[in-house]
């Protein structure tokens, strides 16, 4: 992943917000597309693409339907463009300083993406209904989910060579690893499962105990082995601690 000189906000649309404040003065067509950009990312975030409305992403931008089809040729395109940054940008970035250790930056990177699946779960919901109704939007994800996991397997194999496999295998690992992630996330944010939600408030009650759940998991995949002591910290609750300490136990 990137780092980044600040830290990441947790909503698109508040990242979205500062960037447009922080940059300097432009032409106003490029600050109207701004605008419009942003009610959509609010919209999409609140509402969902089927019942978000170009009447109602003019109301909140300020402008005229006519000026909007200015900029965007329909409701599909303008949803693209704001997701396509969404994927390519924003999720990618993060605060990361130097990690200790292999289990660190997996830790890092799984806090990361369980902090903005729950505050932006509007936006996942519309992107995993969209990827199985609409195939760009299908082969957006499929991009920017690969360029994601090629980059972990990259930086595992370069930083961390005690790693168990070669890097074309820790790419489908991570590949099945983040399918993995990705269905557990949807079910618990962006398509709320009740039984799944349950299930995670019974052994990992925070997001922090369920970035630490997951981890083990990641580094099992990785290393076929199980972390050290500081995947014992403090957030982890006892079920999930006896679990590691029996499994590390066992022949």
């Not at 519309?126 to 957006?140: D, I, K, N, T």
């Not at 039984?195 to 990785?222: C, G, I, N, P």
Request: with cysteine; charged share 25%.
């Amino acid at each position: 992943m990137t780092p980044a000189t600040t830290a990441t906000p947790a909503r698109f649309s508040d990242w979205i917000a500062n960037r447009q404040q922080q940059e300097p003065a432009r032409r106003k067509g490029e600050r109207t597309r701004d605008r419009i950009r942003l009610a959509t990312v609010e919209l999409l975030n609140e509402v969902g693409y089927r019942d978000m409305k170009v009447a109602d992403v003019c109301a909140r931008a300020g402008i005229t339907p006519p000026v909007l089809y200015l900029y965007f040729e329909n409701k599909q395109a303008l949803t693209a463009d704001v997701l396509q940054e969404f994927l390519d940008d924003f999720l990618t970035r993060g605060d990361h300083g130097e990690e200790r250790s292999a289990y660190a930056a997996i830790l890092d990177a799984n806090r990361h993406w369980i902090t903005l699946a729950r505050a932006n779960a509007g936006l996942m919901r519309c992107l995993l209904q969209l990827s199985e109704e609409v195939p760009e939007f299908a082969r957006l994800f499929a991009r920017a989910s690969d360029l994601w996991y090629r980059r972990i397997a990259h930086s595992v194999v370069r930083r961390f060579p005690s790693a168990a496999s070669d890097e074309t295998t820790i790419h489908l690992i991570a590949h099945a690893m983040g399918g993995m992630i990705d269905e557990l996330t949807r079910k618990l944010f962006a398509e709320p499962d009740p039984h799944v939600r349950k299930l995670a408030s019974s052994v990992a009650r925070t997001d922090e105990q369920l970035a630490h759940f997951v981890s083990v998991l990641w580094y099992r995949a990785l290393y076929a082995r199980d972390p050290g002591p500081e995947s014992d910290a403090a957030a982890l609750t006892p079920r999930l601690t006896t679990a590691i300490a029996r499994s590390r136990r066992s022949p």
